[in-house]
């Protein structure tokens, strides 16, 4: 398990699409933190709450990007070939998905988590700079659950992407519905349960409760709490990983 | 050794492996020859278990392939030079394959400095031209210096030198003691580079045996006699039963083309008659015509005629 793990490691560390998508996904929720800092007409009004609320909502941006990355990282082996060289290395193929996941895993939480707390400083530290009140992470309730949701929605949605990529095995397609799930697919599915009748559709609608999940649930009656829905979302993505380690068990390379 | 028994591999209703059945010696070059859409590549991918088989089972010194610990230190592979991703470049392609089964990085230089590529090493894949790919999937395929080597149409896209060099670098490698299996339409280069052979079509085993013992089988060899007195000669071929034929006009050449009987026969006969000889020589059909001929009927895509 540890050579596969070794040879993801260089896998995705030598191409440089991979490094692209890293970048844009920690350049964006800070460019985006910079801009409202540098533009806001009334900084004297946003308080740090209103930047982490800001940063953890933009980061979910980060989050498809990344899921993007796994994603790509799988099926371009499907594209290329380079998959039946991997399998031939390493014919435990259930090890070379855990290995994706474990450094997908790593990797996705490390970089969110860079994300959100540059974003947090570059946010702060600009909107402090033009008067807004002091910025402290104090007088922001529950800052840690917050973080900690989103760190656990990008590892979940590494999972999921994963899961998917393995099964759909087409990089195009496959980023198609990655990003389409909680866009379009999630909401689709809602409207069809509530045309039928089923009241809350949304609430088991297992991505975008995730994401709901991170941010503040107070006064929110219609949503699942924040461990169920992760727990949700995190058995719906190991299911489809389950199931796509078994069905490329079964297929052939 | 590669021992492969009752190979069997079906997509939907269509047979491409139909019980197939043959082994790979060790310290011989053993070229595994078939029509296009024979199932050549798809019994090397069954083999190294990228393609479950119906039926059937492969080993390798005794072992099958998926529980070989380390697999790429057994059995060298090199399917397809494309499998690379074109945005890595040579040495990482070979680092990450080297890392996957526990191998160092000096082995990865060692392979690229033996496969010449170690000035190109650090270029990304898509700059790579089909001969440099193809000598990059040579050295993975050694990257484990393995026992067992099987590669898949080694010689495309090489230059004359590349084609010399993997010749060599084959025999080298059998001559160590490996036992290696390699598939090429080159049949020309086929039979420089291979003592034994393979041959399958639609799926099936049609012969494994040695390249010369095929020709001898599947080819009809004759003897080209030139000599003013080529008429006594033949006369005397046609009395122990041999089958002659004029090379140009009959009435005035003095060369011919005879079968069924030996070339010391044919000049024992011309000593007998007191012929002199300008030529005598054997004329003996290629592999590619031994080739042609045991794969006539199984063609699974056959060209139209030149018009």
Same mark, same amino acid.
């Given at each position: 398990m540890i050579?596969?793990?070794?040879?993801?490691?260089?896998?995705?560390?030598?191409?440089?699409?991979?490094?692209?998508?890293?970048?844009?996904?920690?350049?964006?929720?800070?460019?985006? $933190?910079?801009?409202?800092g540098v533009f806001n007409p009334d900084p004297q009004f946003i308080f740090a709450k209103d930047v982490i609320d800001l940063v953890s909502g933009v980061s979910v941006v980060s989050i498809l990007l990344l899921a993007s990355l796994w994603v790509i990282n799988l099926t371009s082996?499907?594209?290329?070939?380079?998959?039946?060289?991997?399998?031939?290395?390493?014919?435990?193929?259930?090890?070379?998905?855990?290995?994706?996941?474990?450094?997908?895993?790593?990797?996705t939480a490390v970089v969110?988590?860079?994300?959100?707390?540059? $974003?947090?400083?570059?946010g702060s530290t600009i909107l402090s700079a033009r008067g807004a009140t002091t910025m402290s992470l104090s007088d922001v309730p529950d800052v840690a659950g917050m973080f900690w949701s989103l760190i656990a929605l990008a590892v979940i949605v590494s999972w999921f992407a994963l899961g998917l990529g393995t099964i759909i095995r087409n990089s195009p397609a496959s980023v198609v519905v990655v990003l389409l799930w909680p866009l379009l697919i999630e909401n689709l599915v809602a409207l069809a349960l509530n045309l039928a009748g089923v009241d809350s559709a949304n609430k088991w609608m297992p991505y975008q409760a995730a994401i709901q999940a991170v941010g503040d649930l107070d006064g929110y009656s219609d949503v699942l709490?924040?461990?169920?829905?992760?727990?949700?979302?995190?058995?719906?993505?190991?299911?489809?990983?389950?199931?796509?380690?078994?069905?490329?068990?079964?297929?052939?390379? | 050794?590669?021992?492969? !028994?009752?190979?069997?591999?079906?997509?939907?209703?269509?047979? !491409?492996v139909d019980n197939l059945s043959f082994n790979v010696t060790p310290g011989r070059v053993t070229g595994f020859l078939g029509p296009n859409g024979s199932g050549k590549?798809?019994?090397?991918?069954?083999?190294?278990?990228?393609?479950?088989?119906?039926?059937? !089972?492969v080993t390798f010194g005794g072992e099958v392939y998926r529980s070989i610990h380390r697999p790429i230190s057994s059995v060298g592979l090199l399917l397809d030079a494309s499998y690379v991703h074109p945005a890595r470049s040579g040495r990482n392609h070979l680092r990450w394959l080297a890392a996957s089964n526990g191998i160092g990085r000096g082995r990865v230089e060692e392979v690229l400095a033996l496969v010449g590529l170690v000035d190109v090493a650090h270029k990304r894949l898509k700059n790579y031209s089909l001969g440099m790919k193809q000598r990059l999937g040579l050295a993975a395929a050694l990257l484990g210096d393995p026992a067992t080597v099987i590669l898949d149409e080694p010689a495309n896209g090489l230059d004359p030198e590349g084609i010399r060099w993997i010749r060599d670098m084959l025999r080298y490698l059998a001559s160590e003691g490996r036992a290696v299996l390699v598939s090429s339409h080159q049949l020309s280069e086929m039979s420089?580079?291979?003592?034994?052979?393979?041959?399958?079509? *639609?799926?099936?085993?049609?012969?494994?045996?040695?390249?010369?013992?095929?020709?001898? *089988?599947?080819?009809?060899?004759?003897? *080209?006699? *030139?000599?003013?007195?080529?008429?006594?000669i033949l006369r005397q071929a046609r009395m122990l039963g041999a089958t002659i034929e004029y090379v140009g006009d009959s009435a005035v050449s003095d060369t011919a083309l005879i079968s069924g009987v030996s070339i010391e026969v044919?000049?024992?006969?011309?000593?007998?008659v007191g012929a002199v000889l300008h030529e005598l020589t054997e004329v003996t059909e290629s592999l590619e015509d031994a080739f042609l001929a045991v794969t006539a009927t199984e063609q699974e895509y056959r060209s139209g005629g030149a018009s």
């Open positions: 050579d596969a793990i070794r040879a993801e490691w260089i896998k995705v560390r030598t191409v440089r699409v991979h490094w692209i998508l890293v970048l844009i996904a920690i350049a964006f929720p800070v460019v985006v $933190a910079a801009l409202v082996e499907f594209s290329h070939g380079t998959i039946r060289v991997t399998y031939a290395a390493i014919p435990a193929r259930w090890k070379v998905l855990m290995a994706k996941a474990a450094i997908g895993t790593v990797v969110l988590t860079v994300t959100f707390w540059l $974003a947090w400083f570059v709490g924040r461990p169920a829905a992760q727990l949700y979302f995190g058995a719906v993505a190991l299911g489809l990983l389950v199931i796509g380690v078994g069905l490329d068990r079964r297929r052939d390379a | 050794m590669i021992e492969v !028994a009752g190979l069997t591999k079906r997509f939907g209703r269509h047979v !491409a590549s798809t019994t090397l991918r069954c083999m190294v278990n990228l393609d479950h088989v119906d039926a059937g !089972a420089l580079m291979a003592e034994d052979l393979v041959v399958i079509g *639609r799926g099936r085993l049609i012969d494994q045996c040695s390249v010369h013992e095929f020709v001898r *089988r599947n080819t009809t060899s004759q003897v *080209r006699v *030139r000599s003013p007195q080529v008429g006594e044919v000049g024992e006969t011309s000593a007998k």
